[in-house]
């Protein structure tokens, strides 16, 4: 894997991770506006903040973060290729 490919699933990564702890927290600070009943169908196996339903979505979010930003890294390259 490329240098550049690299960094971009790791940015994927942080990001969305990051984004999920920020949805978290704000559902325990506002409840009345919580987003949890949306994540349930995107996060297979998430229940409501259990300590292993919290680290499942955090994994999962991750991963698809870091599934983004390959997916950034890779398509610019290829179709340039194929261009070519």
């Known amino acids: 894997m490329r240098r550049e490919t690299k960094t ?11 984004l999920y702890l920020a ?4 559902d325990l600070l506002v409840p009345r506006f919580a987003m949890n009943s949306a994540w349930a169908p995107l996060f297979p196996g998430f229940t409501w903040l259990t300590g292993g339903a919290f680290l499942l979505g955090l994994v999962e979010s991750a991963f698809y973060g870091g599934l983004l930003g390959w997916l950034i890294a890779w398509i610019p390259p290829a179709v340039a290729r194929a261009v070519r």
């Open 8 to 18: 971009a699933v790791l940015a994927g990564a942080l990001i969305v991770g990051l």
């Open 23 to 26: 949805c978290v927290t704000w």
